[in-house]
């Protein structure tokens, strides 16, 4: 069964730091980009960042560059979203999304109608 097993996340004053982990199990990692998506309540599920696992390109949101990285450890299967010099418009519930084949591009805003399997999600709360 093909899972998307995500930790980390918290409650962290801002300008605070925190690290989400997304660990794959029984997919071919590398034919797979994964995207964290953030959603608050009464708003749209947002792509925040992507990662290909198949050449490493990367998609961050304009609202999270230069604060947050997205990075990939092929030999644990596990995609990381360092996230740091964190806002109060940050909080919301963080999922990460693996889509098989996924193309990414650092303008090419993931859709999350595309997604093929999904994290539970962990929230993230940033207290001003």
């Known amino acids: 069964e093909v899972q998307l097993v995500q930790s980390g996340g918290g409650l962290v004053q801002a300008g605070g730091s925190l690290r989400l982990s997304c660990v794959a199990s029984?997919?071919?990692?590398?034919?797979?980009?994964i995207t964290w998506f953030r959603q608050d309540s009464g708003k749209e599920r947002e792509g925040v960042s992507s990662?290909?696992?198949?050449?490493?390109?990367?998609y961050y949101v304009d609202s999270v560059k230069g604060r947050f990285t997205i990075s990939s450890d092929h030999a644990k299967k596990t995609v990381y979203l360092q996230m740091d010099s964190l806002k109060p418009e940050d909080t919301a519930v963080y999922y990460c999304?693996?889509?098989?084949?996924?193309?990414?591009?650092?303008?090419?805003?993931?859709?999350?109608?595309?997604?093929?399997?999904w994290g539970k999600g962990t929230l993230v709360t940033v207290s001003s």
């Open positions: 999304a693996a889509r098989l084949f996924g193309t990414v591009l650092p303008d090419l805003k993931p859709d999350p109608y595309r997604q093929d399997y």
């Open positions: 029984e997919f071919t990692f590398d034919e797979y980009a």
């Open positions: 990662i290909s696992n198949g050449d490493g390109s990367t």
